[in-house]
Every structure is written in C-alpha cells, then in structure tokens.
DNA sequence: AAGCTATTACCGAACGACCGGTAATACAAC
DNA sequence: GTTGTATTACCGGTCGTTCGGTAATAGCTT
C-alpha cells in the first residue's frame, strides 16, 4: 500500500475518534493493514502515526492554500482554496483533526504541528486578504475570523448534523477575508 | 462530597480528555475519590458519568443564559451572559464539553444530549435577537453565527495557546446577536 | 537468465499494563 | 442497626507494543 494511501486512512480514524479514541485495532481496521503491520511503517507506534499523519496534513493544506496564495485573482484563489476547504471537511460531515487530535493525552509533538499548521493557514489566509488591500492588522483579524468560522461551523454540523452552517460559512470566505 | 461539587470537578476532566481519553483512573484522580467509589454514585458506569455530566451543564446553560432570556434590557442581558459564557470557558483556557464529549466513541445519548443542549442555546439566542428586533430567520441566523464563532475561538485559543481571540468575539457577542 | 542475498512488506501470537467494572468490607451518621 | 458512603481487593478484557516468522521484491554475481 501506498504511503498516501496509508495516511489518508489513518487521518479518517484519527480525525474522527482523536488520538486516545484511536485504538491500534481501529486504526489498522482503517488502513486495512493488522496491528504489527503498521509497527514495520511507524516503529514509533502510535505517536509516530499520528505524527506523520499530521506531517501529511501539513502538505494538504499547503496544496489546499495554494490558490489564494498564488492566484493573481485573490478573489478567485480564495474560491478556489475555499472549494479545496470544503472537500477536506466533505462539506462539513468530517471534524477537523486540528480540533480533535488536540485533546488533552495527544503527544506535545502533535499538538505543536497542529499549531504550525493553524499559524500556516491563518498566515496564507491574512496575505490573502493583504493582497485584496487590506491593513497588516485588518487583514489577520480577517484571516482569525475565517478560521474562527470554518472551526466553528464544523463543530455546529456535527452537534447539529445540519451542515448548512459550513456550507454558508465556505459560501461567505471571500466576503470574510476580502471584504464585502 | 456533594453531588454539584463532584459533576463540577468530572467535567473537568471530561471537556479536556473527551470521552474516551477520560479513564476511570483520571476521573476518580479528578473527583477525589477512588474508582470503586465512582460507582457508588453512577451504577451504570462511565456512561451514566457523562451522560449526568451533560445533564449538569443543560442546567449550568440554563444559569449562563437566563439574563439574555429574561433581561428586560436585552443588550445589558446578552452582556452579562457574555460575561458568565467567558467564566464558563475560563477566559477560552478550557475547551468545550459540547464539542470534545462527542467525538466518535461517546455513547449516542451523551451526543444527543450535547445536540439538545447546543439546540437550547441557539434557542436563547435567537430568541434574544428577535427580542431586540431581528427577524425569526435573521435571528436565527444572527444565533448560530455567534454559537459558531464561540466555538471556533475556542478550538482556535486552544490551538494559538492565545486567549485572545476568545475575548474579542465575547466582546462582540452583543454586537454579532443584536446587530452594529 | 539463473541463483544467491538482502531488504521490504506483512502477519499471527503473545506480553505486560491498564482499562472499565464488580464484590466484599470498613466506617460514619442517624 | 440500618442506611449511605467510601475503600481495598480483584476480575476479564482490551490496550499499545513486541517478537518470530513468511511471502514478495530488489540487487548483485555469474
């Protein structure tokens, strides 16, 4: 099995059931690999997991981002990078595994990537909103404001099972970070 | 030990491991009490732990959201209620029960009960928005905007290790239920 | 191409530790 | 002395982890 085919799975699992709630049971019934099977690819166990798993994480938001980063058309990268938001949380139906592998009994080592991650993406998201013109200041309250929304209407869908909040929140991130 | 101290030091340890994350070991660390004493008040175990735990926060929401409800001057009780909503969370410092008690592997009726209580308090705020002049559906709207950002800055404060964003969308709390 | 070796990928079985949960018992209050 | 509360001791099961071993693959020598 293919190493990206393995931390998609693993992601799914953890994502879900966060770090303690991740027995190595249901995490090799994810991969579809047996218990031992993943010590040969993770001989630091199930820390190491969840730290490459965080590690393959960072790359996707890298590509997620991409768009708003780069896209001579802010308002049209933002589009983009929002559609790319909405397909990672499969509109709103999966939690962010920057909320849930961050409990209390996950490794220091985790919690600090998801705080890399976190700053990386609030840093494209305040460029972004920068480049639309925006002061230094204005442009990290927005860029605060939209992951302060995009979290928050994750947790709503799930306790809800509505996903209509997520959906308006992905709707309105040009309006929020670009003004208007 | 009284029943109300003793819900009170379980959700601490609750809201910060989730449900799973939370051993009985932690819970009786956390109570003051052994395992086997844990018993003695909650026969049917972990599950009938959380599930009382969430029946102490439906009515410690119902304390944090009656001057909003009530209030004759609704600003000034959406204010105060800001205010006991920011006690609750500790200034953002402690996570939200409603979102980390219902991650995959939480008994059905404890995310029930999280969905009931998250319903009632979107409820109070609505209701605060229409009585202030909003509305029904911009009310509603205006209330689970404000539910949103309570819970993405959470998760974000967490996260950032920065409380900062907490208190500012308490601060604006009344401005983002009843409008300017 | 064939044969040997080293490495990679995976699995079944088992370990010690800790999990949630139970029983029997001690102590206190009324 | 009965009731309610908390404790010590213990149970079976599952946890994360390790070990021994087996196919399959890659590389080197001839």
Chains 1, 2 share one sequence.
Not at 39 to 49: D, L, T
Not at 52 to 67: A, G, N, Q, T
Request: hydrophobic share 45%; charged share 20%.
């Amino acid at each position: 099995m293919s190493d990206d085919e393995l931390f998609e799975r693993l992601v799914q699992v953890f994502r879900v059931y966060g770090f303690e709630g991740a027995s190595l049971g249901a995490l090799a019934e994810g991969a579809g690999l047996q218990r031992a099977s993943l010590y040969h690819r993770f001989p630091g166990g199930k820390v190491q997991m969840a730290e490459s798993v965080m590690e393959w994480v960072r790359r996707i938001f890298v590509d997620v981002l991409e768009p708003m980063r780069s896209d001579p058309d802010v308002h049209a990268g933002v589009v983009e990078s929002g559609r790319r938001i909405a397909e990672v949380y499969a509109g709103g139906a999966l939690p962010c595994v920057l909320n849930t592998l961050t409990l209390s009994g996950a490794p220091e080592s985790v919690r600090a990537a998801a705080g890399e991650i976190t700053a990386a993406w609030i840093d494209a998201m305040a460029a972004a909103a920068a480049r639309a013109g925006a002061s230094p200041e204005a442009a990290r309250t927005a860029a605060e404001e939209a992951f302060v929304r995009i979290e928050g209407s994750l947790v709503l869908s799930r306790l809800s099972g509505d996903m209509s909040a997520f959906q308006r929140v992905i709707d309105e991130l040009p309006g929020t970070l670009l003004g208007g």
